[in-house]
C-alpha cells in the first residue's frame, strides 16, 4: 500500500475548466511538496508546503496542506492543455526523512 | 536543465546480467536519491545518501546496491536482472535531506530482456 493516495488517477479535462487533485496519508507529514512530470523527463517541483493550514498559490494553482498535516490539495482553475502532466505529491515523515511519492494523478487537459 | 545528469538515457540488456547507473548531482547538493518508476508502481522510493553516507533506505532489492562517492557522484548498481526490473531510474539531489526541493535528472530507462 501506498504511504501517500492519490485521486483520482485520471482525469481528463476542457480547457478552460476548473481541477483538483487530492492526496492523502493517515501519516503526520514534516513536510509535503507537489511535482509535475512530462513524459520522458524527471518530475519538477511546484510547490512545498510545511505548516498544518497552509495555502499557496503559484499562478492559476493553488495548494493547500491540511490542518492535521495528512492531506494536501492541487487546485487548478482555468485549465490549459500546458497544464497537461503527472502530478505527483511527494513527503517527508520527518525533517530528515526520505521523500515518498504517490502514484500520481494523470491530468489531460484538451482544447 | 535541473543540473542533475544521469547516464546512459537508455540501457538494453539481458537477464541475468549486472549495470552500473551513474548520476552527478547539480553543484553543491549534498543529498542523492535513487528512484525506480514503472508503469504499475509508480515512483519508488531506493535509497538515500547524504554526504557519502547511507541515509535511508526504501524498497530496494538485495541485488541492487548503491554508494556515493568523495566528489558526491552516485552509482546504482543492479545485478542477476530480471525482466521486472525494467523501468526508469531517476536519480534526485539537494542541498541537504531538511524540507527541501529535490532536483530530478531525466532518468536511464532500463530494458531487461
Known amino acids: 500500500t501506498q504511504l501517500l493516495e492519490q485521486s483520482p488517477q485520471f482525469l481528463s479535462i476542457q480547457e478552460g475548466e476548473n481541477l483538483t487533485v487530492y492526496c492523502n496519508s493517515s501519516?503526520?507529514?514534516?513536510?509535503l511538496q507537489w511535482y509535475r512530470q512530462e513524459p520522458g523527463e524527471g518530475p519538477v517541483l511546484l510547490v512545498t508546503?510545511?505548516?498544518?493550514?497552509e495555502v499557496k498559490k503559484l499562478k492559476r494553482l493553488t495548494f493547500q496542506f491540511g490542518d492535521a498535516r495528512k492531506d494536501s490539495s492541487l487546485h487548478i482553475t482555468a485549465a490549459q492543455p500546458g497544464d497537461t502532466g503527472l502530478y505527483l505529491c511527494?513527503?517527508?515523515?520527518?525533517?530528515?526523512?526520505?521523500?515518498?511519492f504517490g502514484a500520481g494523478t494523470q491530468v489531460v487537459v484538451t482544447p | 536543465d535541473s543540473g542533475v545528469t544521469q547516464t546512459p538515457k537508455h540501457l538494453i540488456t539481458a537477464t541475468g546480467q549486472r549495470v552500473t547507473l551513474r548520476c552527478s548531482p547539480r553543484s553543491g547538493d549534498l543529498s542523492v536519491y535513487w528512484y525506480q518508476q514503472s508503469l504499475d508502481q509508480g515512483l519508488q522510493f531506493l535509497i538515500q545518501y547524504y554526504n557519502g553516507e547511507e541515509r535511508a533506505k526504501g524498497n530496494i532489492l538485495e541485488r541492487f546496491s548503491a554508494q556515493q562517492f568523495p566528489d558526491l557522484h552516485s552509482e546504482l548498481n543492479l545485478s542477476s536482472l530480471e525482466l521486472g526490473d525494467s523501468a526508469l531510474y531517476f536519480c534526485?539531489?539537494?542541498?541537504?535531506?531538511?524540507?527541501?526541493?529535490?532536483?530530478f535528472g531525466q532518468g536511464t530507462r532500463l530494458t531487461v530482456v
Open positions: 534526485a539531489s539537494s542541498a541537504t535531506s531538511v524540507n527541501t526541493e529535490a532536483f
Open positions: 508546503v510545511v505548516t498544518g493550514g
Open positions: 501519516s503526520v507529514f514534516s513536510s
Open positions: 511527494a513527503g517527508r515523515l520527518d525533517s530528515w526523512g526520505k521523500l515518498q
